[in-house]
């Protein structure tokens, strides 16, 4: 689950980094970009500069040509062809707010180019007629001072020309507008922005017609620079004043902003792409490691549900070698100790057949004794044999009744009697007297006899056999001792599995599963038994059988 | 209006820079001398402002040298060469740019008033040079193009001139006729109108002709004649040299053609003599023509946009009247022309 998540996370976190790196590439930032840009406009600037200041040459004469100005005219369209491609890194209002800066750079640069091609073409001109004009004027004065009556003439002309130096040296409106009347005195109008001849005495003048031609040619020199003096001075004003710096300069500002947050962003952004980066390394890590470890798990799992499964198989395998060799036993058991009493009655009934009735009652009675006894010992042995198998499918029933505890143990010391002969001795010691249990008087008297022919069975003959009945707690104990073989210790593990038996046990007959059916039966009575054994001694076996008081049965 | 207006408080130290400033060091006197000047109430200018314009003139020529040698690609102008000859570019295939622009005589068809044109179709104006256009601020009598790429269109699409019938039949016929090689070691895409609009006006850019008599002289090469050198000084004391000024001797302003007396001499106006004002629309404009470069003018008749003048003696007397109110003498007329003639370059029709 955990795992999961971890690759979803991952998958997430790539995404985000691939999209982010995208972006990063897209994203233009270059400072090659913004210095190209920034260079225009710093040059933009330094051109505006250079312009004013060739103007200024211009104006006063330092500069005898015009190349200079053609010049930084060419340069300054260069630079407004480089400004045209705006840099990406400059988005958004910013861009606009360059776009419209540099707009009005343009039409500034514009107006100023304007300006200086009607700078060329008035002051060329201007220069021309500022230094042809006196020359021309003294020539007209010295013919005319040769005519007669021509001393008001010369008095305007002397006005006129004073008038044009001084507009010359600079065009003040007072200069301007004195010229403009020195000129209407002798009946010029000048074309100049004020109304031609405001607050002036125009004169018609009489020109002797010796120095007609040549006074119109200085009148004409002199019209074109009270025209274009001011023209000029104005223009070159302008020029000055018209600050293409000035939205260059915004513009230069601006883009340096943008770049510097450009720059930032995608400062932002390679630190959000390294974090993402590391990010993506620390989950994919913890992928891989919770993948691996995982894994491990899975494969110890595995390896455990492996071993369960072979101890299974184990388990299986032995109760399989268990039953084969229970089954084994059983024949070669059966094979052995069934033959015992059949060949007992094999013999009896050849005896009883060959003595053709002849033999003596007595005789016939002992032999028929015999055959009674064989047959009962194999009917023991079959239902001791019925009886493991039961149990040990589990389908061994305990069918419990009221018995009176005296009654079944006197019956069964007496049974017990009868088999092993009057010889033998018993001592019976019964503290129970008159107490009823409820329990299985079959297999009680199976664990009980049991035991007992198991004691007389394993002891000398000239030992006796002790068994005693007494309550305690709820359980009735029986208690088996004799003074016999004794159980060798490495024998007492298996002393009630089927067909054990001990290894002292040598030639004396048995079919090893008579502790194996007290087992099973005080096993379904939820009763136990101990031993205690002394090799050579005796053995005491304890039994002890939880009994349901009568009143609670009935209850 | 005061220095502080517009000087360092408005544009500040920063702005400028090192550089800026330097140069603003020189221009700093100069523009506080116009600003003076055109101070409205200023009385009493300073002194510096009441030397007359040409005594502060510095040593500066107005006329500049042609320089040697160029920096052009060699394979564009092979190309252009080829091209500008090619009578492919026209709709006829008869023209040629050479047709009318002749390289063996001064980039012209010499002594061809545009009325009496044999070869061509006659072309509106007076046919100018292609020599030295490299450094004309714009082209064309009225000044129309600003650069030689744009201007070739005109004479190439114009139907008096080429014919050439639009830009994808041009190139066309280009293709047709060119290997892809030779026009693509000039320009990697092949024929384009690119490649024929920069490869023509690079061939044409390379068309100076340096080493004028006059050029050597300034670089203190030769030595003029006596009578050239006097022609210079009448140029210059008559006011030639102020609309025939720079590295071309002209072709750097805007300029009405009859400053001083009506240069048509009576002559009915046509529309071609309305000069720049077919261009701007604006009257100030009307009969304004860009000053022609003098190079090479001796090689160049006839004269003016129509074609008016048939010599160079009548070009020049017409000027002295009609520009500068100035009657010239025979001599001075002679003098000027003598000069003029110093203006010839290194032809580089004969340099092939």
Known sequence: MRIGTLRAAALVVGVALVAMIVLRLRRDDNPADQMRFARALRRSLELDARLNEEIAKSRLGVVTHYDALVAVGDKMTDVSRQLAVIPAFIDGHARSDVKAQ???????????????????????????????????????????????????????????????????????????????????????????????????????????????????????????????????????????????????????????????????????????????????????????????????????????????????????????????????????????????????????????????????????DKHMGRVKDAVKEMTQMLEDVLLIGHAETGLLELKPQQLALREVCDGIVEATRNLVGEERQLDYDVSVNG?????????????????????????????????AVQADEGAVLFTVSDQGLGIPPEDLPHLFEAFHRGSNTGMIPGTGLGLAVVKRSLDVHGGTIDVESQLGRGTTFTVRVPFVPQEEVEA | MGWTTWGWTTWGWTTWGWTTWRRGALAAPLLALVGCAAAESHEAPPLASRIPHEQLATREDPIEPI???????????????????????????????????????????????????????????NVPTVFNVAFDFRYNWDGKYKTLEEHLSAPLMSPVVMNGGGWKAVVARLERAYASAFFAAGYRDGVTRHGIESAIAIYQRSLTTPDAKFDRYLRGETQLSDRERAGYEIFKNV??????????????????????????????????????????????????????SLRNVALTAPYFHDGSAATLDDAVRHMGRVQLGYILTEHEVHSIVAFLETLTGRQPGTRR
């Open chain 1, 435 to 467: 107490a009823s249990v409820w329990l299985d008087e079959k297999l009680l008297n199976r664990v009980l006899s049991n035991l007992l022919i198991n004691a007389f069975k394993y002891s000398g003959d000239d030992t006796s056999v002790r068994f």
């Open chain 2, 67 to 125: 320089p040697r040698g160029s920096s052009l690609d060699p394979r564009r102008v092979a190309l252009g060469r080829q091209l500008f000859a090619d009578k492919r570019l026209s709709g006829d295939g008869k023209k040629a740019c050479t047709t009318c622009h002749d390289l063996a005589r001064g980039g012209v068809v010499p002594g061809e008033a545009r009325s009496t044109h044999p070869r061509a179709a006659p072309g509106p104006y």
């Open chain 1, 102 to 364: 540099l707009s009005s750079y343009r039409s500034a640069r514009d107006t100023k180019g304007q300006l200086v091609e009607t700078f060329k073409t008035a002051h060329s001109v201007l220069r021309n007629s500022v230094r042809a004009f006196p020359h021309n004027l003294q020539r007209v004065l010295a013919a005319a001072r040769k005519l007669r009556q021509t001393e008001p003439l010369a008095r305007k002309l002397t006005r006129l020309e004073r008038a044009v130096t001084l507009l010359v040296v600079g065009s003040t409106r007072a200069r301007v507008r004195e010229a403009r009347c020195a000129l209407a005195a002798v009946g010029v109008k000048a074309k100049t922005k004020e109304k031609p001849q405001a607050g002036c005495t125009v004169a018609k003048l009489e020109t002797p017609s010796a120095i007609a031609r040549q006074l119109a040619i200085a009148l004409s020199h002199a019209r074109l620079i009270v025209e274009l003096q001011p023209r000029i001075d104005s223009i070159v004003r302008r020029i000055v004043t018209l600050s293409v710096a000035k939205p260059a300069m915004a513009a230069l500002d601006i883009s340096e902003m943008s770049h510097r947050r450009a720059l930032a962003s995608g400062r932002t952004q390679r630190l959000v792409i390294f974090a993402l980066a590391l990010v993506l390394t620390v989950l994919t890590a913890a992928y891989i490691i919770g993948r691996l470890r995982r894994t491990a798990s899975a494969l110890r799992e595995a390896t455990a549900r492996l071993e369960t499964a072979l101890a299974e198989l184990g388990i299986e395998r032995d109760r399989a070698k268990d039953l084969a060799e229970l089954r084994s036993k059983f024949v070669s058991m059966a094979s052995h100790e069934f033959r015992t009493p059949l060949a007992r009655i094999l013999s009896s009934a050849e005896s009883l057949h060959s003595g053709n009735g002849k033999r003596p009652q007595a005789v016939r």
């Open chain 2, 239 to 292: 006011g030639c040299i102020t609309c025939h000024q720079g590295i071309n001797v002209g072709g750097n302003l805007f300029q009405r053609f009859g400053v001083m007396a009506d240069a048509l001499d009576g002559r009915q106006p046509t529309r071609l003599d309305m000069g720049r004002f077919l261009v701007t629309g604006k009257q100030r404009d009307m009969r304004v023509f860009r000053v022609p």
